[in-house]
């Protein structure tokens, strides 16, 4: 049976890998100085970043070529298992590790925003991939933080590492930003198989058997997390991925309402909803109309 170790304090985090504990809620950690440790998979309870040193290949946007050979951020939220069993194997790691607890942060404006840094939920295969300028922006914020962190702690330590932690996870979501840009064909691709996967549904009856189709739903369909799903369709199209969901269909609902031989209730409860109000006040909020009033109009 596969291990899971728990991580629930930075202290065990930094006795896992062998390093010293000098503040009680975060560590930055250069692998580099760690000879080697064994591989387990942790449940986390603390916040981790993880630069690792992988290669990914070259990648183009336009004519202008990019190189993202140069590191993989991974980003691990409290909750979350992570990691790999070496099976025994003690292995020589590669890169950095910011980690720190919740507590660090609570009461900050960091505290408050974390959830808008998405890619915390992220899965592994949806790491943020790095050039070369960005992986030394990366690296020059750890080591601001490390240094910060080596000082004795007086009443403006708490704010300088959580301000540093904020401008570290700002440059995260720009970088993340650039991905999404330089990976617009794969996008688009993702985009057609969302449409696709949207028409079969409706198509084939599974709205009015399953419900509504959810942005989960369709993540997974799309083997993707939803929250890289979500921010996926809003770089990509402007809107969120539910109001993608709903746009798509309302119009699969304007075809249905001028079928005379079916109610509103009917054209509800195929197209996934439990309660025809429910689909009314969302046709209305849509269009301006309810179904009724749509129907008459259009058939005048």
Same mark, same amino acid.
Request: net charge neutral; glycine share 8%.
């Given at each position: 049976? !596969?291990?899971?170790?728990? #991580?629930? %304090?930075?202290?065990?985090?930094?006795?896992?890998?062998?390093?010293?504990?000098?503040?009680?809620?975060?560590?930055?950690?250069?692998?580099?100085?760690?000879?080697?440790?064994?591989?387990?998979?942790?449940?986390?309870?603390?916040?981790?970043?993880?630069?690792?040193?992988?290669?990914?290949?070259?990648?183009?946007? @336009?004519?202008?070529?990019?190189?993202? !050979?140069?590191?993989?951020?991974?980003?691990?939220?409290?909750?979350?298992?992570? @990691?790999?069993?070496?099976?025994?194997?003690?292995?020589?790691?590669?890169?950095?590790?910011?980690?720190?607890?919740?507590?660090? #942060?609570?009461?900050?404006?960091?505290?408050?925003?974390?959830?808008?840094?998405?890619?915390?939920?992220?899965?592994?295969?949806?790491?943020?991939?790095?050039?070369?300028?960005?992986? *030394? %922006?990366?690296?020059?914020?750890?080591?601001?933080?490390?240094?910060? #962190?080596?000082?004795? #702690?007086?009443k403006h330590s708490k704010t300088l590492i959580v301000s540093n932690i904020e401008v570290?996870?700002?440059?995260?979501?720009?970088?993340?930003?650039?991905?999404?840009?330089?990976?617009?064909?794969?996008?688009?691709?993702?985009?057609?198989?969302?449409?696709?996967?949207?028409?079969?549904?409706?198509?084939? @009856?599974?709205?009015?058997?399953?419900?509504?189709?959810?942005?989960?739903?369709?993540?997974?369909?799309?083997?993707?997390?939803?929250?890289?799903?979500?921010?996926?369709?809003?770089?990509?199209?402007?809107?969120?991925?539910?109001?993608?969901?709903?746009?798509?269909?309302?119009? !699969?609902?304007?075809?249905?309402?001028?079928?005379?031989? *079916?109610?509103?209730?009917?054209?509800? @409860?195929?197209?996934?909803?439990?309660?025809?109000?429910?689909?009314?006040?969302?046709?209305?909020? *849509?269009?301006?109309?309810?179904?009724?009033?749509?129907?008459?109009?259009?058939?005048?």
């Amino acid at each position: 049976m !596969e291990q899971v170790n728990r #991580i629930d %304090t930075v202290g065990q985090y930094n006795a896992y890998v062998g390093v010293d504990t000098q503040h009680p809620l975060i560590s930055v950690v250069n692998f580099n100085e760690v000879p080697t440790i064994q591989h387990f998979r942790h449940y986390m309870g603390v916040y981790a970043v993880f630069l690792k040193n992988i290669k990914c290949g070259n990648m183009t946007y @336009g004519c202008q070529p990019y190189d993202y !050979e140069d590191g993989t951020l991974v980003f691990v939220s409290p909750g979350q298992v992570y @990691g790999i069993d070496s099976n025994g194997q003690a292995m020589k790691p590669s890169g950095y590790a910011l980690v720190f607890h919740p507590d660090l #942060i609570k009461g900050t404006n960091l505290g408050k925003a974390i959830k808008d840094y998405s890619f915390f939920s992220y899965d592994v295969h949806e790491a943020l991939h790095l050039s070369k300028k960005e992986r *030394k %922006t990366i690296e020059d914020t750890l080591r601001k933080i490390a240094e910060e #962190i080596g000082q004795n #702690i007086d009443k403006h330590s708490k704010t300088l590492i959580v301000s540093n932690i904020e401008v570290l996870l700002n440059y995260c979501m720009r970088f993340y930003d650039r991905q999404f840009i330089t990976r617009n064909n794969v996008n688009k691709d993702i985009l057609v198989r969302f449409e696709e996967l949207l028409n079969s549904y409706f198509a084939s @009856g599974k709205a009015k058997a399953e419900g509504l189709p959810s942005v989960a739903y369709c993540a997974d369909q799309l083997h993707l997390s939803p929250n890289y799903f979500g921010d996926l369709i809003k770089k990509e199209t402007g809107n969120t991925a539910l109001d993608y969901i709903q746009t798509r269909l309302i119009d !699969e609902a304007k075809g249905k309402i001028f079928d005379a031989e *079916k109610s509103i209730n009917d054209v509800a @409860g195929e197209l996934g909803f439990k309660y025809q109000q429910h689909f009314t006040r969302l046709f209305k909020l *849509k269009t301006g109309m309810t179904p009724n009033e749509y129907r008459n109009v259009n058939q005048n």
